[in-house]
């Protein structure tokens, strides 16, 4: 059995199909890893949600902050974006379906050799703390109280762990760093809003990877959400969003051998980047 992880592939579903037949994927034979990030902004987002959905115990994917955007707007507590294309799941007829399959995705995967997240985990989490948090917000987003959740879940602070944060700041801190977060300053508080590649950013920030001492340094991190990141694979971080929706392409790395595969540069859903 091969794993595949793969990047976001926000409603590009022409290019998923293409790269899913670059690996000859087998559904009854292989398993694929998805970073998040599975609707919105391309064209087929409706298609993509299906299809993933469809491939029941042969896929895994983890919740991306356009998912949960998607999320939040059918509970009627945000309003679409301009820039939005997932009014094609609003009305559905499986709507329903594919959105209750949406709310039981986890924040966290672990297999004992790779972490799947889609944007990262704070220096002040080691693994333990990691899934304990994603825990946290997992029973919410699958509960009652997942209307209450998506009421609180926009904004950028609080903007620094400590574990006596409570109530709606402490899962707001939680979801922003399993979905939003590229940088951080030296002391661990984030920087949600500087979306640069890594030596573009202003001194005071580091890439959520590179702040010292950090916990789950001795993880092997799967992530997405970076398209300025791109590829990289080093020191045990994997980061596979390469821009596909923004003129780049959509990647796979085969877990086992790290043999990276990816779609030609002609993604037919490609916009200028923001």
Not at 169 to 195: E, H, S
Request: net charge positive.
């Amino acid at each position: 059995m091969a794993i595949y992880a793969i990047g976001d592939v926000q409603g590009c579903f022409a290019p998923l199909q293409k790269l899913l037949k670059v690996i000859e994927f087998a559904p009854s034979q292989d398993r694929l890893w998805f970073t998040g990030d599975l609707v919105n902004r391309g064209p087929q987002s409706l298609e993509t949600l299906r299809y993933i959905k469809g491939l029941g115990d042969a896929a895994v994917t983890v919740l991306g902050n356009h998912d949960l955007h998607l999320l939040a707007v059918a509970f009627n507590h945000t309003t679409p974006r301009k820039k939005d294309t997932l009014d094609a799941i609003l009305k559905a007829p499986d709507r329903d379906e594919l959105l209750g399959w949406l709310r039981h995705r986890p924040l966290l995967h672990y297999d004992e050799h790779y972490c799947l997240v889609h944007a990262g985990l704070p220096p002040q989490w080691d693994l333990d703390q990691a899934r304990h948090c994603a825990s946290e917000v997992e029973t919410l987003l699958r509960g009652a109280e997942a209307g209450r959740f998506f009421a609180h879940m926009y904004g950028d602070t609080p903007n620094k762990w400590s574990n006596q944060l409570k109530e709606w700041g402490r899962m707001r801190f939680i979801t922003n760093c399993f979905t939003r977060m590229r940088y951080c300053r030296i002391d661990g508080t984030l920087d949600l809003r500087y979306k640069g590649a890594p030596g573009t950013q202003p001194k005071h920030l580091i890439p959520w990877f590179e702040v010292p001492n950090r916990k789950s340094a001795s993880l092997n991190i799967v992530f997405g959400h970076w398209s300025t990141l791109g590829f990289r694979a080093k020191n045990g971080v994997f980061a596979l969003d390469t821009g596909c929706l923004w003129g780049g392409q959509l990647t796979a790395l085969r877990l086992d051998n790290k043999k990276l595969h990816r779609t030609s540069l002609d993604c037919p859903c490609a916009k200028a980047p923001e």
